[in-house]
């Protein structure tokens, strides 16, 4: 019982540790939008050049992670995007957790599958522009 607490408070540490860096990524893209210079484009433009920056940034940040974490995720170039409006600029970044796990589960007889795991984590950050 002890070995099963120890490696679920290890697993657990590695799943938040993981989170914790996805939602960096999704930050600095969002944050990424930030720098771009409204002078230089129609308001028409600006829009769709702050999708483009926001979404560059996403997949240099993602890039720069271990295999382990970008293992279950599709980079499709479309995670970032502006709302209808033009005022908001949101980017998600969703992983499969449960084909490619971060973490394997261990099956402890009357316990099942230990420790339990999410089947997705996802990290989003939005901001107005």
């Given at each position: 019982m002890v070995v099963a607490m120890l490696y679920?408070?290890?697993a657990y540490g590695i799943l938040f540790?993981?989170?914790y860096e996805m939602q960096s990524v999704v930050d600095q893209?969002?944050?990424a939008a930030l720098r771009v210079d409204r002078t230089r484009y129609t308001a028409d433009d600006l829009s769709g050049q702050v999708?483009?920056?926001?979404n560059t940034a996403l997949a240099q940040g993602w890039a720069s992670k271990s295999q382990r974490l970008r293992a279950g995720v599709e980079i499709t170039g479309n995670e970032c995007q502006v709302d209808g409006s033009g005022d908001f600029l949101s980017c998600t970044l969703s992983?499969?957790?449960k084909t490619e796990p971060m973490?394997?589960?261990l099956t402890f007889g009357f316990l099942g599958k230990f420790p339990p795991?999410?089947?997705?984590?996802?990290a989003e950050a939005t901001m107005a522009f």
């Open positions: 679920g408070a290890a540790f993981g989170k893209a969002a944050s999708a483009t920056i926001a992983r499969d957790n973490v394997p589960q795991m999410p089947d997705t984590m996802s």
